[in-house]
């Protein structure tokens, strides 16, 4: 057994940490915030010029290919510094829907540009009520004339205002039964109206509705895609969680540093036995946490698909509730400075609450791994 | 022992619920029951309301214009108005000063100041807490340098609530730096206008303006503006800390979010039912429930022996720490029951807050704002750490 990261990952992980300490500031994320974009596309192509965005494209497309402990690396390190780019989002979970669904031409059409940032891809498949399960699909596609006829909603897709192809989820009833289908769509189609907005945590993402969208039958990519979009989604999860984990132990550094600075009572309050044993909780769930993530990314790596279910979602529910339990604390003991929206903590806390609610949420998670036993 | 309302108290509770359908404006109350904060033209609008009615401050004695209502029916009122949907009444003038003016105040502040708390004419902020003062308020550094007739004041005061629409406020200042930190500390009554302020609002975690910075550059204050004697302002802002303790568990405002939390739980659905229908959050709802129910009983409690004790104790403490708990409790139970719908986000207008323009349910936006916004009350008005402290001490010190 060894839980360490290998000489590769780790030089991932240098590589992530030089373009965040270069590209990000003390207040990257939050200036990003405020632009229209939401985030930075000088910041996007740096991240292509270190290799990042070839991460998850396989070799033969020139990419890394450095799989979900290589993915893990990084997403943790842009989690601690809160990055908005749509890392998670494009260069994890679109690059990897295309890389295992696409056909050759889709492949060779959209992996070399993904990878080059001269392009943004998300999947939009969860519709607002659940969790991230390949087979809750209630969009639906209809085959008519050699055309595919799309109809229905995705609920907040992030970064799809950005994007310059989604990737849509819909149910093909079969006279054999119900099948997921996965297809390629260009933002600007008529059909497809997006409503974008920002997020509690500052980024921007869009619920997005189709109405008789048509799309040439090569559209589609590949045949029954439920196994391997499965594997898609459990990816995402594991690097939410990664990224989650990043801003978890960042937080935790946050409120040591300050507890030892604040001086209250004529001693800095980090003296007081109370908060000291509130940290020590807060440490211990950042240390499940990471225990959790580590195993969330092995599962992606190596597990049977119905073990990998339930292992994502103990996963989840793990760092989910630390991200509940040391948000707040960590908010309780900066006090006023913890409420306040212009100081760090705010945010982290923000983040914190998204990654609870993305990819299923906790009291989700907790259902469906009880339905496991 | 009888738990039960008299009928008298009863009857009280009825004629608020009749001036309540009669006088809640519906604007204000369709905001407030669909859980979105009051806007501060609700909280001027609903204090003249009151004011007409002869219910500016149901809990002040009658000589200065109250209804001297026992410690019961005042929590009936807060019960009816919280879960009616009105707006809170400003803290500050109503609960906070209007006490320690009738206790401490000479005759002319009593005259000049009492009724214009009462017909809601000044909006009074409280000025105790600073960058470096908080949990150890009485390190408060801003100080008051006698000049004549004037205190001059300089310094800096922090988390302000409201302060940018005030007109006055009361505030602890240091008027004797030599003696020990609780003895040169003096209560003096400021004018929001006096030239040397300025004023910086903050945004909380829910980006509502909600709380402010302020700094006194020479302010010149009357020193008929001080309360009671010099240096004893540390008295006046116990006494005062002591006196806000009937409405400290928030009953009524928990009620309120509880009965919506029943509400769009029956309405949002995850997985296909209606999340009240899912057998794991029904029993967390159930739980929270019940603690609202201990918490009531355990305000009524209190307050009915408070007049017989002669010691002190520690209720007050008791009740900020599980009333404010509870209320977290249900604003994250609230955020649950809509999942990743909690996402979409837009701030609240201060004005009149209303449900931006966003997709999915029309309750998301106020809820995760509600949820982001209440972090503070474990904070404000002595944390809850300074409470367990305060309880501590008394279990074992005395
Ligand atoms: C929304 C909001 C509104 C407010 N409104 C007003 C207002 O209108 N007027 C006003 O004067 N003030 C106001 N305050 C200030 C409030 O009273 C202070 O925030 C509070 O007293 C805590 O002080 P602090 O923020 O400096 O935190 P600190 O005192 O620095 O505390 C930081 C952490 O240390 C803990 N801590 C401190 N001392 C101890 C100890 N001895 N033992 C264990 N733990 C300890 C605290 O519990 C907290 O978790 C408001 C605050 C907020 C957040």
Known sequence: MDFSFSDEQGMLMDAARRLVTDQYGRDGARQRAA??????????????RLGLLALNVPEEHGGLDAGPIGTLAVCFVLGEALVVEPFLSSAVLATLAIARLGSPE???????????????????HEEGDGGPVATAVRTVAVA?????????????????????????????????????????????????????????????AADISLHQLRLPSSARMGAEVGADLQAVLDQGLAALCAETLGALERLMRMTLDYTRERVQFGVPIARFQALQHRMAEMATHLEFARSMTYLAASQCVAGEPAGRAAALSAAKVIVGQAARFVGQQAVQLHGGMGVADEYGVSHYFKRLLAAECRFGATAWHLTRYAGTL | MDLNYSAADLQWRDEVRRFLDASLPADTRGRLLEGLPAGVEDIRRWQRTLYAHGWGAVAWPERFGGLGLSKVRQHLFELECATAGAPPQLPFGLKMLGPVLMQFGNPTQQQYFLPRILSGEHWWCQGYSEPGAGSDLASLKTRAVLDGEHYVVNGQKAWNTLGQHADWMFCLVRTDAAAKPQRGISFLLIDMRS????????????GTPEVNEIWFENVRVPVAQRVGEENQGWTYAKFLLEHERTSIAGVGVARRAMAHLRRVAAVHSQGGRAMIEDPLFRARVAQLDIELTALEITN??????????????????????????????????????????????????????????????????????????LRKLSIFGGSNEIQKNIIAHMLLDS
């Open chain 2, 300 to 373: 009524l409690r209190m307050i009915s022996q408070e007049a017989s004790k002669t010691a002190p104790t520690p209720d007050a403490s008791i009740l900020k720490i599980r009333g404010s708990q509870i209320q977290q409790a249900i604003s994250e139970l609230l955020l649950e029951t809509i999942g990743i719908r909690a996402l979409p986000f837009a701030e609240l207008p201060a004005q009149a807050p209303a449900s931006p323009a966003l997709p999915g349910p029309v309750h998301a936006a106020g809820l995760t704002a509600n949820y982001l916004n």
């Open chain 1, 144 to 204: 008519d004339g050699g055309e595919w006829v799309l109809d229905g909603c995705k609920s907040v897709v992030y970064h799809a205002p950005a994007a310059d192809l989604l990737l849509v989820t819909a149910r093909i009833d079969a006279p054999t039964g119900a099948q997921t289908a996965l297809f390629a769509v260009p933002p600007d189609a008529a059909g497809v109206a997006l409503q974008p907005y920002v997020t509690v945590d500052g980024q921007r």
């Open chain 1, 106 to 124: 889709q492949r060779l059409q959209w992996l070399p540009r993904l990878a080059a940032g001269e392009a943004i891809a998300v999947l939009a």
């Open chain 1, 35 to 48: 632009t229209a974009d939401g985030y930075s596309r000088a910041t996007w192509s740096e991240f292509a």
């Open chain 2, 195 to 206: 030239p040397g302020i300025s004023v910086r609002p903050t945004k909380l975690l829910d």
